[in-house]
């Protein structure tokens, strides 16, 4: 009998993850790993940020869900190229998935891809897809406790948005002792109050995306990530 432990399982990915991130490189395009609950809004802040950049900047986008293709189209309307991944029942994307995808994009031209992963804040944090800086969609909704349980995506983040900030006046949610959780988990930490629905805070994050798309261009000298380096998120 052959038993496979987890820690090869990991490897395998490890290893995928690391020719996906010199793909990448090779073709200086940024990757943003999008990783949140169900239903913090990740698709809809991923509409919003897409209407404001692409004029600006060459995106594609990899959906990751356990079935059907209705993100893929939320965001193929906007005429971006867009693969969906459908995991049948995994409740993760891996780097192979992520690998295959790539077959799909207009790599040479992309300046930044997104890849929503599945709705899942636990094991998406453990596998590197080669991406260079993973990003944590948190919504008010979920409650301020959400970084102190789940600490793991909060270390390993670049930067989390915290989203329907509009609902801040109907709910009890503490944005000073919920940012202040995050930071003490990760000091590094870029946070992103919005609301997709009113459009406010998403100037401080596109810029921010902006500023990491410059810097894999060769175009500003000065870490963006609060003196962490990019591709440095395994
Ligand atoms: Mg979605
Ligand atoms: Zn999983």
Not at 31 to 41: R, T, W
Not at 132 to 143: D, I, M, Q
Not at 194 to 212: N, P
């Amino acid at each position: 009998m052959k038993v496979i432990l987890v820690q090869d399982l990991l490897k395998a990915n490890t290893d995928q993850a690391l020719q996906n991130r010199s793909l990448f490189d090779e073709h200086r395009v940024i990757v943003i790993n999008l990783i949140s609950a169900p239903g913090s809004g990740k698709t809809t802040l991923l509409e919003k940020t897409l209407a404001l950049i692409k004029d600006r900047l060459y995106v594609g986008v990899i959906e990751g869900d356990i079935s059907t293709t209705r993100d893929a189209e939320r965001i193929a309307s906007q005429a971006i190229p867009v693969v969906q991944i459908n995991t049948q029942g995994a409740c993760h994307l891996d780097a192979q998935m992520v690998a295959q995808a790539l077959l799909e994009l207009p790599l040479k031209e992309l300046d930044l891809i997104f890849i929503e992963n599945v709705g899942n804040l636990v094991c998406p944090a453990s596998f590197d897809l080669g991406e260079h800086c993973k990003v944590a969609v948190l919504s008010v909704t979920e409650g301020s406790d959400k970084p102190a349980k789940y600490p793991e995506i909060f270390l390993k983040a670049h930067a989390v948005v915290m989203s329907k900030t509009d609902l801040l006046p109907y709910i009890d949610f503490n944005m000073e002792d919920c940012v202040a959780e995050m930071q003490g988990i990760n000091k590094n930490l870029n946070v992103f109050p919005t609301s997709s629905k009113m459009g406010t805070g998403m100037a401080d994050w596109i810029e921010w995306l902006e500023k990491l798309v410059q810097e894999k261009r060769g175009e500003v000298d000065v870490p963006c990530c609060n003196g962490k380096s990019i591709g440095s998120s395994i």
